[in-house]
């Protein structure tokens, strides 16, 4: 079963606004990771953020985590025609040798 | 290698008929996942190695699935009678530590067509 559902499902902006998704999870967690994936093939790590953390940054990316309520949002500022992707969340739940769990993603197209 | 390897990148293949699929992980890299993922949809689990433990088989849709990790490194993902339902892109990763402490590097998967 799927842990982390990600909404929007779709998203669709205009090349230097800031695009944000958000990620709930239905567990508690060890870590949440953000992937981003082009073209239904392999994907690729942004960022973890660790349970005990709230914020993380690097470079155009925020990544924000609320254990309380189960969530995570990912924020791209100034986004590029270039981050056309689609960008899932990923869970591993505490408590043991767990595997990492997807969502269904968030489509963002980025318009030039 | 420099990165995971997935073979082959595609395959189209009769119904009925039996698949493997390999990954080689990235070296030292103890844990290892398959996943499958259909058109425009999310990546749904199937099973998961770490290590010596037993392989976490628990995400495997029906017994005409199975996969093994050979000395600690490449794994076969077999189906078996394929069905038409079967087809998607079946992804591997690889990471070296425990799950979720570190980041997962992916394959860039096989598209698997049953025709």
């Known amino acids: 079963s799927q842990q982390g559902e990600e909404d929007p499902q779709a998203l669709s902006i205009q090349e230097g606004e800031n695009a944000t998704m958000n990620c709930s999870y239905k567990t508690s967690i060890n870590n949440l990771q953000w992937y981003r994936q082009n073209s239904g093939r392999g994907l690729v790590h942004l960022i973890l953020i660790r349970s005990n953390e709230r914020e993380k940054h690097s470079g155009r990316l925020r990544v924000t985590l609320d254990t309380s309520k189960k969530s995570s949002s990912l924020l791209i500022t100034a986004s590029r025609a270039a981050d056309t992707a689609s960008y899932f969340c990923?869970?591993?739940?505490?408590?043991?040798?767990?595997?990492?769990?997807f969502g269904k993603g968030t489509r963002l197209s980025v318009i030039a | 290698g420099a990165g995971v390897s997935q073979s082959p990148s595609n395959k189209v293949t009769e119904k009925g008929k039996d698949v493997e699929l390999r990954c080689d992980p990235i070296?030292?890299?103890?844990?290892l996942y398959w996943y499958r993922q259909s058109l425009g949809q999310g990546l749904e689990f199937l099973i998961y190695f770490q290590g010596n433990s037993a392989p976490d088989k628990s995400g495997l849709p029906s017994d005409r699935f199975s996969a093994e990790r050979t000395g600690g490194s490449v794994s076969t993902l077999t189906i078996q009678r394929t069905q038409q339902e079967d087809s998607a892109v079946y992804l591997c990763?690889?990471?070296?530590?425990?799950?979720?402490?570190?980041?997962?590097?992916f394959g860039q998967g096989t598209r698997l067509t049953v025709v």
């Open positions: 990923a869970t591993d739940a505490s408590g043991g040798n767990t595997p990492l769990v």
């Open positions: 070296s030292g890299h103890t844990a």
């Open positions: 990763a690889s990471s070296q530590a425990g799950i979720g402490n570190t980041e997962a590097f």
